[in-house]
Antibody
């Protein structure tokens, strides 16, 4: 059974940084791309970032303007999202999701974690 | 990034079919892309339903019933999710997604009400 467990969310002040983690199990982690998707309270889904199996292909949403960095550690079956210069509009539930592709990012996720809530507020 | 247009709401009665649409901007040809569909119920993460490129290139999510199916209307530049034999448990938000580049794009979502 595929399991994705996010952690690292919390309350943070504008301008500060936060690092999210996702622990994966139930599948061969380094066989798939991975993604972060967020959902602001009461709003729709927004794709944030994706990374291929070997980190050779990485994509980001244009709206992030270089503030976020995705990474993965295949030895630890873990995905990360480093979020810098956080803004109030980054407040959202952040989901870790398993991709359906290997060498590219471009493919919709098929399994999702329960999400970790990030609240950016002074 | 492009905007995918989904009607904010739709409704249908149990047993009927629901046809949910995802319209691409005119500069993006629906025929060139996989259309991914997700279902989300309140308080739960999204669930992958299916992807559709063509009748010979499509895929169903794990455990997703065959009454969920995808198609395209090239004349309207639209991806379509068809849910037949509607059940009360199908009441949810539905999102489409495409990959026009190395970045994914979701539609705004459609709230489906089963009357």
């Amino acid at each position: 059974e595929v399991q994705l467990v996010e952690s690292g969310g919390g309350l943070v002040q504008p301008g500060r940084s936060l690092r999210l983690s996702c622990s994966a199990s139930g599948f061969t982690f380094d066989d798939y791309a991975m993604h972060w998707v967020r959902q602001a309270p009461g709003k729709g889904l927004e794709w944030v970032s994706g990374i291929s199996w070997n980190s050779g292909s990485i994509g980001y949403a244009d709206s992030l303007k270089g503030r976020f960095t995705i990474s993965r550690d295949n030895a630890k079956n873990s995905l990360y999202l480093q979020m810098n210069s956080l803004r109030t509009e980054d407040t959202a539930l952040y989901y870790c999701a398993k991709g359906t592709t290997v060498t590219t990012v471009a493919g919709g996720p098929d399994y999702w974690g329960q999400g970790t809530l990030v609240t950016v507020s002074s | 990034q492009p905007v995918l247009t989904q009607p904010p709401s739709s409704s249908a009665s149990p047993g009927e079919s629901a046809r949910l649409t995802c319209t691409l901007p005119s500069d993006i040809n629906v025929g060139r892309y996989n259309i991914y569909w997700y279902q989300q119920k309140p308080g739960s993460p999204p669930r992958f339903l299916l992807y559709y490129y063509s009748d010979s290139d499509k895929g169903q999510g794990s455990g997703v019933p065959s009454r969920f199916s995808g198609s395209k209307d090239a004349s309207a530049n639209t991806g379509i999710l068809l849910i037949s034999g509607l059940q009360s448990e199908d009441e949810a938000d539905y999102y489409c997604m495409i990959w026009p580049s190395n970045a994914g794009v979701f539609g705004g979502g459609t709230k489906l009400t089963v009357l």
